[in-house]
């Protein structure tokens, strides 16, 4: 926790991260993180990725300058247990 209080008074973390598409297809984007912690951006981006998948059957995120994403998949389980892939 340390470290993070640290990362966020040095500006390496960004506590309010605005993030980005910087480029956009329909079954593909890379994301601008804004130097924010997984844990703030990574929801909002795998329901980029989901509604992405319901049109086209897949959908891929790129995620550039970003700081911990800590356990990504835990996002992922998330999601599949609020069934929104239906």
């Not at 993180?33 to 995120?61: H, S, Y």
């Not at 996002?75 to 069934?83: G, R, S």
């Amino acid at each position: 926790m340390r470290r993070y209080i640290e990362g966020v008074g040095e500006g390496f973390i960004n506590p309010t991260p605005k993030w980005t598409i910087k480029r956009d297809k329909p079954t593909t984007a890379n994301v601008d993180c804004d130097r924010g912690l997984g844990i703030a951006v990574i929801p909002r981006i795998m329901g980029l990725a989901i509604e992405k998948a319901k049109e086209t059957g897949i959908g891929a995120i790129s995620l550039g300058n970003k700081r911990h994403a800590g356990m990504i998949e835990f996002t992922m389980l998330a999601y599949l247990n609020t069934k929104s892939l239906k």
